[in-house]
Nanobody, 124 residues
């Protein structure tokens, strides 16, 4: 089992920045590919970004590629999502997820474990 806890969400004005963190406990964190997803009110949960076990490879959705950066620190069992130039349409609950099947998946069904989510609200 892997337990994931997100933090760092909050209220920010458009154009601002936030850094989300997701800390894992349980099994060896570096064995898992990690991802971030988000779900806006009334919408399906969507893929945001993914990172491989070492942090050397990343993959992001086109909608955030130029603004968001995923990274990880295996010594701290933590994955991060740095979000810059935030827009009101980025408002959502953000979830981190872990996959034992590999990395880079935009399909949420490829992830074994999920955090509880953290709310990000961007005001205009």
């Amino acid at each position: 089992q892997v337990q994931l806890v997100e933090s760092g969400g909050g209220l920010v004005q458009a154009g601002g920045s936030l850094r989300l963190s997701c800390t894992a406990s349980g099994r060896t964190f570096s064995n898992y590919g990690m991802g971030w997803f988000r779900q806006a009110p009334g919408k399906e949960r969507e893929f945001v970004a993914a990172i491989n076990w070492s942090g050397g490879s990343t993959y992001s959705a086109n909608s955030v590629k130029a603004r968001f950066t995923i990274s990880r620190d295996n010594a701290k069992n933590t994955v991060y999502l740095q979000m810059n130039s935030l827009k009101p349409e980025d408002t959502a609950v953000y979830y981190c997820a872990a996959s034992s099947r590999g990395w880079g998946f935009s399909d949420q069904n490829q992830y074994n474990y999920w955090g509880q989510g953290t709310q990000v609200t961007v005001s205009s």
